[in-house]
Nanobody, 121 residues
Framework: QVQLVESGGGLVQPGGSLRLSCAAS????????MRWYRQAPGKERELVAV????????NYGDSVKGRFTISRDNAKNTVYLQMNSLKPEDTAVYLCGAVGPVDSSRTYVYWGQGTQVTVSS
């Protein structure tokens, strides 16, 4: 059974930091590109960060560049999102997604349930 379980969300003051985790199971994690998305009430889902299978050359949405860092540990089947200098506009449900496998002609997309991040004083 495929599972993506996010954790680490919560309430933080502006300027603070949080580290989100997404634990994967039920598929070959190392062969999947991992993504973090976020969705705020009344807004479209926004791609926050993408990390390839090997972990190099991550890409970020313009709104989070220089503040957020995505990383992965293939040995632990986990992807992380380190969020620094948080702003109220970062408030959203953060979801991880898996796309792959990269070495197959068929593509699967898996989603987690999300974790709430609220940035407020």
């Amino acid at each position: 059974q495929v599972q993506l379980v996010e954790s680490g969300g919560g309430l933080v003051q502006p300027g603070g930091s949080l580290r989100l985790s997404c634990a994967a199971s039920g598929f070959y994690f190392s062969s999947y590109v991992m993504r973090w998305y976020r969705q705020a009430p009344g807004k479209e889902r926004e791609l926050v960060a993408v990390i390839p299978t090997g972990g190099a050359t991550a890409n970020y949405g313009d709104s989070v560049k220089g503040r957020f860092t995505i990383s992965r540990d293939n040995a632990k089947n986990t992807v992380y999102l380190q969020m620094n200098s948080l702003k109220p506009e970062d408030t959203a449900v953060y979801l991880c997604g898996a796309v792959g496998p990269v070495d197959s002609s068929r593509t699967y997309v898996y989603w987690g349930q999300g974790t709430q991040v609220t940035v407020s004083s």
